[in-house]
């Protein structure tokens, strides 16, 4: 599902930059960041770097009309951005395959894609990107567009006259060839040297709608036109309101722009960050990275564990007998439902091996940790504590999705094995739980803790985006009962009071998890 509404097709009709910074490049990747289906119909190929445009080839006219009618005979097309058109040839292609595609939306009652068009002329590195030969063509073409998207030296010379040196002079322009071409005119302040950078949608009778950001201290403004108009295209395809699209589209370019310090692509005008804020979301780490990024995440939850006065009086021998026998009792109780868990997981693995791995966790689980608890517990089992109750309870509840509840049951194995490794390192002969301290030595629970870390990498790299941020949330909250239950026995003070140490690391605004 899109994010916001029923997804919008957008086309870019454009030239390529082999370099990704401008053209269709730069415009599939603003369309995806406004949130829209990017199509892309290319009208020429540049030979292009941060640098400059070495060589530009057009491929035949006509195969620009049988690329647009591919598209057009299929698919609904929600929005339309064109770019680079070359030369006239193809600029007569484009006007007559619009007329009669709108035409025909037009006459069917269809709705009519509104289009943006950019009047690519010369790029940022001074190179020409359309014959000159071909403003007239252009001048038709402007008949089937809503919005024109210049910048100042193209306001200049559609609008035949000098370039504008301020704001007003540009808005003065641009309600010019608004007028004559019966057309909105996007003006763009990005060539002006105020200190902020303004642009306006603009009709006859003046500004419409206008919006304005800091001027960044910046090379990297490769392909902000291109950008900006595909943004405001896919933004208008979902809105239906220009004033709505431009703020959309300039707030997104404002950090797109001041993040491309972020990226390394060349040494000349590099590209805008348009996707800075998707790779702030956990939803991309790379598969193999992934969980790694997980771990480091919940290192503010794994110290506060090394730090339970639980984990040291064990490290150190004082632990108080109660409290290591209310540990185990829980432990015992929590290893029951946390076979059960498994054996869920391994109900519900999607191929054989992922299901022997869980069932034989859940039986070695039952079989080994139970026993060893029992022969050490001297009565029967306690009652549940809630701190272990609310753990089982998030293991168990929503298990109907396999990746979620692979990666709420992995904090157990890692946290536990991580911790364990300490612990191990801090046994002696004289040490008073040698033997239980010894069990965390061993490597057969290492390679099933590998191997469990394995499996969920692999479920995470197919996952779709939301299920990876609902895994996410999982593993978290799992970490977090981690705590809770370390942190339950007398060794940290009153039982009632076992939330307070996991407390601290509650998502704002979030309740604990009750435990
Ligand atoms: N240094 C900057 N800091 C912030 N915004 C900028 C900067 N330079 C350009 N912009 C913005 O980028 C957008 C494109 O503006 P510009 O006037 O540069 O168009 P353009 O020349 O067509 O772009 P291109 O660089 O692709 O040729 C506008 O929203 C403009 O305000
Ligand atoms: C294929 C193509 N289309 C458009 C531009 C303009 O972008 P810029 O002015 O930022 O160089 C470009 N350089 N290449």
């Known amino acids: ?7 919008k097709n957008i086309l870019s009709i454009a030239g390529s930059d082999p370099s990704g910074g401008a053209g269709i490049q730069a415009d599939l990747k603003s369309i995806a960041a406004a949130g829209g289906y990017g199509m892309a119909v290319i009208s020429a190929l540049t030979a292009q770097n941060t640098h400059g445009v070495n060589a530009v080839h057009v491929p ?17 097309i929600d929005g339309i951005k064109i770019g680079m058109l070359a030369n006239a040839q193809v600029i007569n292609e484009l006007t007559d395959w619009l007329a009669e595609f709108r035409g025909a939306a ?15 002329m010369v790029a940022t590195s001074g190179d020409t990107l359309l014959d000159e030969a071909a403003g007239a063509a252009l001048r038709r073409l402007f008949a089937h567009a809503d919005v024109i998207t210049p910048n100042i030296p193209e306001l200049a010379v559609l609008a035949g006259a000098a370039e504008a040196a301020d704001w007003d002079s540009a808005i003065d322009q641009a309600r010019e060839l608004a007028a004559r071409y019966e057309v909105l005119v996007l003006a763009k302040g990005g060539h002006l040297d105020s200190a902020r950078c303004r642009d306006g949608i603009i009709d006859a ?7 304005e950001s800091a001027r960044h201290s910046t090379a990297n403004t490769h392909g902000t036109g291109c950008s900006l108009s595909s943004a405001l295209a896919t933004f208008y395809a979902r809105s239906g309101d220009w004033g709505a699209a431009l703020r959309s589209s300039k707030t997104w370019l404002d950090t797109a722009i001041a993040r491309s310090g972020e990226l390394e692509v060349g040494s000349g005008h590099g590209p805008i960050n348009h996707l800075a804020r998707l790779w702030d979301g956990a939803a991309i780490d790379v598969a193999g990275d992934a969980l790694q990024a997980w771990w480091e995440r919940i290192s503010p939850i794994r110290t506060a564990i090394d730090e339970l006065g639980f984990i040291r009086t064990l490290q150190d021998g004082s632990l108080d007998a109660a409290d290591f026998e209310d540990y185990l009792g829980q432990d015992a109780i929590y290893l029951r439902g946390y076979a059960r868990a498994m054996s ?10 992922s299901q022997r791995f869980w069932a034989a ?6 079989e080994e940790e139970l026993a060893l608890h029992r022969g050490r517990l001297a009565g029967p089992l306690p009652e549940p504590s809630p701190s272990t109750t609310a753990y089982l309870n998030h293991l168990l509840a929503g298990t109907d999705s396999y990746p979620v509840l692979a990666a709420a049951v992995l904090p157990c194995f890692w946290i536990y094995q991580d911790v364990g490794t300490r612990l191990a390192a801090a046994n002696h002969r004289a040490h008073p739980y040698a033997d239980w301290l010894s069990t965390y030595a061993d490597p057969g629970f290492e390679e099933a803790t590998a191997a469990a870390i394995a499996l969920v990498n692999g479920v995470h790299a197919a996952a779709d985006a939301r299920t990876r941020q609902a895994m996410w949330c999982a593993f978290e909250a799992s970490a977090l009962h981690e705590l809770a239950f370390f942190a339950q026995t007398a060794a940290e003070g ?7 140490a ?3 690391f509650a998502p704002e605004g979030d309740a604990v998890p009750a435990r």
């Open 494 to 500: 009153p039982r009632q009071a076992t939330n307070t």
């Open 361 to 366: 966790a859940a039986s070695s689980c039952l």
């Open 205 to 211: 009778s003046g500004v419409l709608f206008e919006v």
């Open 106 to 120: 037009t006459q069917a009652g269809t709705p009519v894609p509104a289009v943006v068009l950019d009047p690519v």
């Open 502 to 504: 996991a407390a601290d």
């Open 60 to 76: 035949p006219a006509g195969f620009l009309t049988e690329q647009l009618r591919a598209i057009g005979t299929d698919i609904r």
């Open 344 to 353: 869920r997981a391994a109900a519900l693995a999607p191929d054989t091996e």
């Open 1 to 7: 599902m899109n994010p916001v509404h029923g997804t």
